[in-house]
C-alpha cells in the first residue's frame, strides 16, 4: 500500500525556514514524479512545486519562486520542500503528492497519491 508521510510543518516567525520532508512508500519511486501542494483556510488546494522524476524539470508557483526549492533523493524515497523567508500568507496545509504524470501534478487532477498533511503557520 502506497504511503506518503509528510513532517517538518510547525509554527515559525515571518522571514524564518522550515524543511518539509516527504517520506513515500512507493516500490517504484524513482519513476514517479513528486509535488508539493497547500490548502489555507477557505481556500482551493494549490501547487507550490513539482519536480520530474529523474529532478531535471522543476516548477514552482510565482509566489514562492526564489524563496522556496523542492528536492528528491530517490535512493531514499524522499522528497523535500525547502521554504526561506517564510510569510504570513505562506500559512496553509501542505501536502505531497505523486502522479506517474508530471502534467498531472502541474494541474493538479488525478493525482495518484496525496499524503495526509502537515500544518504550516508563520506568524509572531
Known amino acids: 500500500q502506497v504511503q506518503l508521510v509528510e513532517s517538518g510543518g510547525g509554527l515559525v516567525q515571518p522571514g524564518g525556514s522550515l524543511r518539509l520532508s516527504c517520506a513515500a512508500s512507493?516500490?517504484?519511486?524513482?519513476?514517479?514524479?513528486m509535488g508539493w501542494f497547500r490548502q489555507a483556510p477557505g481556500k482551493e488546494r494549490d501547487l507550490v512545486a513539482s519536480i520530474s522524476w529523474g529532478a531535471r524539470i522543476t516548477d514552482y508557483a510565482d509566489s514562492v519562486k526564489g524563496r522556496f526549492t523542492i528536492s528528491r533523493d530517490n535512493a531514499k524515497k524522499m522528497v523535500y520542500l525547502q521554504m526561506n523567508s517564510l510569510e504570513p500568507e505562506d500559512t496553509a496545509v501542505y501536502y505531497c503528492?505523486?502522479?506517474?504524470?508530471?502534467?498531472?501534478?502541474?494541474?493538479?487532477?488525478?493525482?495518484?497519491?496525496w499524503g495526509q498533511g502537515t500544518q504550516v503557520t508563520v506568524s509572531s
Open positions: 503528492a505523486a502522479d506517474s504524470l508530471y502534467q498531472n501534478l502541474r494541474t493538479g487532477r488525478g493525482v495518484d497519491f
Open positions: 512507493i516500490r517504484t519511486f524513482s519513476a514517479y514524479a
